[in-house]
Nanobody
Framework: VQLQAFGGGLVQAGDSLRLTCAGS????????MAWFRQAPGKEREFVAA????????HYADSVKDRFTISRNNAENTFTLQMNNLKSEDTAVYYC????????????????????WGQGTEVTVSS
């Protein structure tokens, strides 16, 4: 699946942003999805993941209760709704996907994802 992420931008602390990742393949609904991010000078870190069937999600502790991941298989997209943004959320956000044999499984490590989007930059000013 080829992925394209968009929706990043410059916002103030407390604002919201919605990131979207669009997939290119008709087998999109056979893939599990995730968002990762990489801040300047830091390693890429897990943000949120969703299972192939959309029923299971998992979040990093730092974004729990503020971010929501969801998917729309009919439109080959998945999104990351980010509320109450903080300066520490500043990073380049990457979407990722991989074929999933089991529909309920969520994976949170980058090695579990084969396809990656190009990244979209989120900057939160305090």
């Amino acid at each position: 699946v080829q992925l394209q992420a968009f929706g990043g931008g410059l916002v103030q602390a407390g604002d919201s942003l919605r990131l979207t990742c669009a997939g290119s393949r008709r087998t999109f609904n056979m893939h599990r999805m995730a968002w990762f991010r990489q801040a300047p000078g830091k390693e890429r870190e897990f943000v949120a993941a969703i299972s192939r069937n959309g029923y299971n999600t998992h979040y990093a502790d730092s974004v729990k209760d503020r971010f929501t991941i969801s998917r729309n298989n009919a439109e080959n997209t998945f999104t990351l709704q980010m509320n109450n943004l903080k300066s520490e959320d500043t990073a380049v956000y990457y979407c990722a996907s991989n074929y999933a044999r089991r529909p309920e499984v969520v994976q949170i490590t980058p090695d579990e994802y084969h396809d990656w989007g190009q990244g979209t930059e989120v900057t939160v000013s305090s």
